[in-house]
């Protein structure tokens, strides 16, 4: 483990299955399905389209309401242990989101608007923000902001946070166009995906903040892994995985020299280039790993949740641990992004686990 591991000290969630972290966990362990039909929106085979959308939120709310509903009890969730400590006031804490890249249905002041949510809600009680607008692997961006702001001491803390939703009417009609909407239309893709919409919070601090502040660790998170795919999903190349090989490597090398990885979240979607690229990347790297092919992807519950997906996998393994159900103490979260970008990252669960 490096000596620079992040403390995770909160955890928050908003998702078709459950409304805050736990629920949502117990529901994708269940394999409770969050798939249903879009009440007006139809595929090209004249059926509705099959979404995986927040039931309390209407249909017909917008992207960036949709996007609020779901951010802010997700932070709220994540931050009540800093509050209940009573170390907020005290505490320089940073904000790091993640976002959805611009795209069809994506609001152009998305950024602004949740940036003007959150501190209406919060105040000020964000000393620094960092935005990352790239789809599925802008939490492990966001995280390594969050980790160099802890490691340099110019922040305590941070909430890295994500939240996406591809239910606006303009992007499901744009990932049809993209063939990439799952469905037997003319349009759709036997192994497309499922369009879902969540928010993930996890509240990181650096282990002398989390001493001091009083703060429980759940678990920690090692130094992420970085990459960047060139053979991109679609431009007609081949994938042979070189961006998220680059991301593992990076990853795996705080792994202690005898271990091994024992639980693995990702944000596999039933897209064939996110298995192809998973496949190239593990044959490099399977060494490291209890078993690659035992992965969790909660896609086939909540739905591609895209720049949500990166905290909301780490609720999962922190939780798996806590719970007594993942395989062993250590768990990798990975994500692939469209634009290229790839992340990774350990989380370790901390012994000895409660009952």
């Given amino acids: 483990m490096t000596a620079a591991a992040l403390q995770i000290a909160g955890l928050g969630a908003c998702t078709p299955i459950g409304r805050n972290a736990w629920s949502s966990a117990a529901a994708a362990r269940a394999g409770v399905c969050g798939f249903g039909e879009h009440p007006f929106l139809i595929d090209s085979a004249g059926e509705p389209m099959r979404v995986a959308r927040a039931p309390w939120i209407g249909a017909d709310v917008d992207a960036q309401q949709r996007c609020a509903a779901l951010l802010l009890p997700a932070i709220e969730e994540a931050m009540r242990p800093l509050v209940a400590a009573g170390a907020a006031v005290h505490c320089r804490l940073g904000l790091a989101l993640a976002l959805p890249p611009p795209r069809a249905g994506r609001p152009a ?105 009083g703060l429980t660790s759940l678990a920690t998170l090692d130094e992420p892994g970085l990459g960047l795919e060139t053979r991109l999903i679609k431009s007609g190349e081949v994938c042979i995985g070189d961006g998220l090989t680059q991301a593992f490597r990076q990853a795996l090398k705080s792994l202690d020299q005898n271990d091994l990885v024992h639980n693995v979240f990702c944000d596999m979607n039933g897209e064939t280039y996110r298995a192809d690229e998973y496949g190239f990347t593990v044959l490099r790297t399977k060494e490291h790993f209890r078993n690659a092919t035992d992965f969790v992807a909660p896609a086939d519950c909540w739905g591609d949740v895209g720049a949500a997906g990166m905290p909301l996998h780490i609720a999962l393994a922190v939780i798996s641990h806590l719970k007594h159900y993942g395989k062993g103490p250590v768990s990798m979260v990975w994500a692939s992004s469209e634009s290229g970008e790839r992340g990774a990252v350990l989380v370790r669960g901390i012994e000895p686990r409660d009952g």
Avoid at 132 to 140: L, P, Q
Avoid at 171 to 195: C, K, M, R, Y
């Fill in 109 to 213: 002041d998305l950024r602004d608007a949740l940036l003007a949510h959150v501190t209406q809600r919060h105040q000020e009680l964000f000393n620094a923000s960092r935005v990352f607008e790239i789809g599925h692997a802008g939490g492990h961006l966001a995280l390594d902001a969050a980790a160099r702001g802890c490691a340099g001491a110019s922040i305590d803390a941070c909430l890295v946070c994500g939240v996406d939703t591809y239910l606006a009417p303009e992007t499901l009609e744009w990932v049809e166009a993209s063939d990439q909407l799952h469905g037997g239309g003319v349009l759709n893709n036997p192994w497309g995906f499922i369009p879902g919409e969540a928010a993930g919070a996890v509240l990181v601090a650096s282990h002398e903040f989390t001493a001091r502040a």
